[in-house]
């Protein structure tokens, strides 16, 4: 089963993400697409870690996503990425002409690798279309390259759930499968 949570920054999108993947069978994987460069992101990754449980394995990963899914559900039963955007902000940073096509090709290729397996991946995004239009040609990139990505995960996912101030609005229901 495939489920997209997404929403704006700071709306409950990861604790979400974990109290769904304790409906899927263990062993659990947090797939974690971050990069701590700097003080402040590492305070937020050691923020996240200490949120997890401690039974759960992590795999960090910036680029190489979807291959890191697929090694990921040979061995657990629940797989948690987080995030989308981050990962296509490292590719984007990683590969200059990396657009909106690339973008979708990714996400397509990381729904295939989610349905390679029986087990219940939830990916984590940020929702990058409701603000207003970047002023700068690599926000507008990036947002665009998001937003085509979160399209293809968004049709592909049997649910998805948009965060608001902490509070889950289901926006797609599928056949419950876990």
Partial sequence: MLILVTGGSRSGKSGFALETAMRFKAPR??????????????????????????DWSVVEEPREVPEALRAALARAGTVIIDCVTIWISNLILADQGFEEEDAAEQAEELVQAANGGRSGVIV???????????????????????????????????????????????????????
């Fill in 124 to 178: 984590v995004t940020n929702e990058v279309g409701s603000g207003v239009v970047p002023d700068n040609v690599l926000a507008r990139r990036f947002r665009d390259c998001a937003g085509r990505a979160n399209q293809v995960l968004a049709r592909a996912a049997d649910e998805v759930h948009l965060m608001v101030s902490g509070i889950s609005i289901a926006v797609k229901r599928g056949q419950e499968k876990a």
């Fill in 29 to 54: 994987v947090f797939l974690a697409t971050a990069q701590a460069q700097d003080e402040e992101m590492r305070r937020r990754v050691e923020a996240h870690r200490r949120a997890r449980p401690a």
